[in-house]
């Protein structure tokens, strides 16, 4: 069983790129899901990171391939557009 995912992200910063990431124990990846921006590898003088852009899980495309939509925030919400 593999237990990795290819994740394609749509719209947003960070549209068109594509990323791996472990499966969950219910068989899916994390959702919602950061992603930090090429550029957000330096730290603020307070010591926060910058520039994470938001995605959620909206459909399964093909055998371990999943499609990310950007969303404004990073707040759980019902996911209607999941296929096995």
Not at 37 to 45: C, Q, R
């Amino acid at each position: 069983m593999n237990m990795h995912v290819q994740i394609e992200l749509f719209g947003g910063p960070e549209d068109g790129r594509e990323i791996t990431l472990p499966v969950g124990a219910e068989g899916s990846p994390l959702s919602p899901l950061p992603v930090p921006s090429p550029d957000s590898s330096t730290e603020s003088a307070t010591g926060e990171s910058q520039h994470v852009a938001w995605y959620q899980r909206d459909h399964r495309k093909g055998r371990g391939l999943w499609v990310y939509k950007y969303t404004n925030s990073h707040s759980v919400q019902p996911e209607n557009h999941v296929s096995g």
